[in-house]
């Protein structure tokens, strides 16, 4: 049990996908203008991680490695990222137009969020079990989420605040990414 805490407090804080590995940085910089949409996708984003994890998990173990054709890992689980981005995307827009229409083309870039693949892979070359990888998961989704939300309310009172032209816009958003990973760069020692 103690593994467990300890892979998700590392996934979730220490080893940060956004900010101590530079994954996902594409709706980092690109959705978090305002706290309710960096809130969605990041929620968006930890389902579809979670499940796509524990779904390519299972595959690899079960079809892939028995078959010996371990080589198209990165190739299946392409396609199970975008099959899952497509289903919450059908669900969204059935059941919540509003979360879809909010999400707008970013739901879509789910797919090629490289912090998704990331994480299927690294569970996979850790060889961790079933529930290892989803602990990971959920860590990596949790620390994905959590630095959307704190990054979207962080540009939400940058906009509101006068500051020099030089800094406008993306200066001051790249700096203060800049300022959060080295915060986050604290725990790195936990755990030692």
Do not use: W
């Not at 540009?155 to 990414?177: D, K, M, W, Y």
């Amino acid at each position: 049990m103690t593994e467990l805490g300890l892979i998700l407090f590392g996934a979730l804080l220490v080893n940060n996908f956004v900010l101590a590995q530079f994954l996902g940085l594409c709706p980092f910089m690109g959705i978090t203008r305002s706290f309710d949409t960096a809130l969605a996708t990041g929620l968006a984003t930890t389902f579809v991680l979670a499940l796509a994890a524990v779904t390519s998990h299972t595959l690899y173990h079960f079809l892939l490695v028995p078959l010996q054709l371990a080589y198209l890992n990165i190739i299946v689980f392409i396609i199970v990222i975008a099959g899952l981005v497509q289903v919450i995307q059908l669900y969204l827009k059935a059941t919540s137009p509003v979360l879809h229409q909010v999400l707008g083309v970013y739901l879509p870039l789910i797919t090629s969020n490289c912090a998704v693949l990331g994480v299927t892979l690294l569970a996979i070359n850790q060889e961790l079990t079933l529930l290892a990888t989803f602990v990971f998961a959920v860590g990596a989704a949790g620390g994905f989420t959590l630095v959307m939300v704190l990054f979207g309310a962080l540009r939400e009172q940058l906009a509101q605040s006068s500051l020099p032209n030089a800094f406008a816009g993306t200066p001051i958003a790249l700096l203060s990414a800049g300022l959060m990973s080295l915060a986050f760069m604290g725990f790195q020692g936990i755990g030692s």
